[in-house]
């Protein structure tokens, strides 16, 4: 071997090594770059945390301990590969033994609910109802470190500015003693305690019912009940006014009428041939009421009055509302839906609906964005494409009517 080939190796081995260097790089940047960018997105969190009167304590103890959790921005940007039908949402929340379990709650805790029932006029079963479907009666809160979560999607940049302020405003929980950052566990996405409130809401409306100095919504339930009263009431809930009924329509109803948009009073509605599910007339009070058909015109049909708005403003879906409603009546005493909905055993996928949606518009019918949600505008969109080809206008999505829409649609390209 000549003098040469030593050093012609030591040169290669360490060329080598730098370019493994630089590709070790290379791969740890962008969680070095995730990591520095989190600790900025906290020190300035931390400044506008103090411009807004939160303590130094509470600053220091939470903001520098808190921990950025990838897992919760997977679960932020994952979304149902398939879309859920009020059949399957309905059924896997409304069962006997929830019902059961609600009744038996709401006689032990029957002394409060009627205090709360007569300082806010939310009848006990509606508070026992969203008690059952937030938090199955406090069974899960969720494992969630929401100072964690929180940080986490507030320097996450697609809703930062919403959960930053969620950020600052569980500081200012802590920062009142209503419960240490130990203790402030939750959903991934911040909601908190029994009835599932964000740091937003529980700062508006949460009330220390028990008199104990502070507004605990994870270990009192007199907080948790007080506090969801507070909010019903707060957001426009009618005392003495039912969310609703289910109803029966006759055999040539126009379903075109259906929709929360489109409401009449009680005696519009009678004149429409709709009567009660069993068969009687509805009430003789002049109230307003809009139907509402989740599962097409071979499922239920209710009639919905201005507290089921309210139920709405809790959580904007109209699945979530109606069980809401329906699990009240039964905790209540009421008997099950006469017309329960059946599963579809065709599941529809998000894609099928966002192509459902360009298929719609390609035929001059607006549904909308394209985001394989099947919400009120789509449903519109669907009626209107049954009324012009003479189906039933129920705006209910089925795989038949997914493929008569395909068809219309790529008949028109053509």
């Known amino acids: 071997m000549s003098v040469k080939q030593p050093f012609f190796l030591l040169t290669c081995y360490r060329s080598l090594f730098s370019s493994m260097l630089i590709f070790s790089g290379w791969m740890a940047q962008p969680v070095q770059a995730d990591a520095d960018h989190f600790r900025e997105c906290?020190?300035?969190?931390?400044?506008?945390?103090?411009?807004?009167?939160?303590?130094?304590?509470?600053?220091?103890?939470?903001?520098?301990?808190?921990?950025?959790?990838?897992?919760?921005?997977?679960?932020?940007?994952?979304?149902?590969?398939?879309?859920?039908?009020?059949?399957?949402?309905?059924?896997?929340?409304?069962?006997?033994?929830?019902?059961?379990r609600g009744r038996d709650l709401m006689n032990k805790h029957r002394a409060l609910l009627q205090q709360i029932e007569k300082d806010n006029g939310i009848p006990a079963q509606y508070l026992v109802s969203f008690w059952g479907l937030e938090t199955n009666y406090g069974g899960h809160f969720g494992d969630w470190s929401i100072p964690d979560s929180l940080a986490t999607l507030a320097c996450d940049p697609r809703r930062s500015n919403f959960f930053t302020q969620e950020l600052l405003n569980a500081l200012k929980i802590i920062d009142a003693g209503d419960i240490s950052s130990e203790r402030m566990m939750g959903s991934w996405a911040g909601a908190m305690g029994h009835m599932q409130f964000m740091p937003s809401t529980f700062l508006r409306y949460a009330k220390d019912m028990d008199g104990d100095g502070r507004r605990d919504l994870w270990n009192s339930i007199p907080d948790a009940f007080g506090s969801a009263a507070n909010f019903l009431r707060q957001l426009g809930w009618t005392p003495g006014l039912e969310w609703g009924q289910e109803v029966r329509l006759p055999p040539a109803f126009d379903y075109s009428l259906a929709g929360r948009d489109h409401m009449l009073s009680f005696s519009e509605w009678s004149k429409l041939d709709v009567t009660t599910h069993a068969g009687t007339p509805l009430s003789a009070k002049e109230q307003r009421a809009a139907l509402i058909v989740p599962a097409g015109h071979?499922?239920?049909?209710?009639?919905?009055?201005?507290?089921?708005?309210?139920?709405m403003r809790w959580n904007r879906s109209e699945f979530y509302a109606l069980s809401v409603g329906h699990l009240a009546d039964?905790?209540?005493?009421?008997?099950?839906?006469?017309?329960?909905?059946?599963?579809?055993?065709?599941?529809i996928s998000r894609e099928q609906v966002r192509q459902l949606q360009k298929d719609l518009s390609t035929l001059g019918?607006?549904?909308?964005?394209?985001?394989?949600?099947?919400g009120s505008v789509t449903r519109q969109a669907i009626s209107r494409f049954q009324q012009r080809t003479q189906r039933i206008a129920d705006?209910?999505?089925?795989?038949?009517?997914?493929?008569?829409?395909?068809?219309?649609a790529s008949s028109q390209v053509q």
Do not use: C, M, W
């Open 42 to 100: 906290i020190a300035n969190i931390a400044s506008q945390a103090k411009q807004e009167g939160i303590s130094e304590k509470t600053r220091l103890s939470v903001l520098s301990q808190v921990k950025h959790i990838p897992k919760i921005i997977e679960l932020d940007r994952r979304q149902p590969e398939f879309t859920q039908s009020f059949a399957s949402y309905f059924n896997a929340r409304i069962n006997e033994e929830r019902v059961q």
């Open 298 to 311: 071979q499922g239920p049909a209710f009639l919905v009055t201005k507290n089921f708005y309210v139920i």
């Open 330 to 347: 039964r905790i209540a005493g009421a008997a099950t839906l006469q017309r329960v909905p059946l599963n579809e055993t065709n599941k």
């Open 365 to 374: 019918i607006d549904a909308g964005d394209a985001d394989g949600v099947v």
């Open 395 to 408: 705006g209910y999505l089925d795989t038949s009517l997914l493929n008569a829409v395909r068809e219309a």
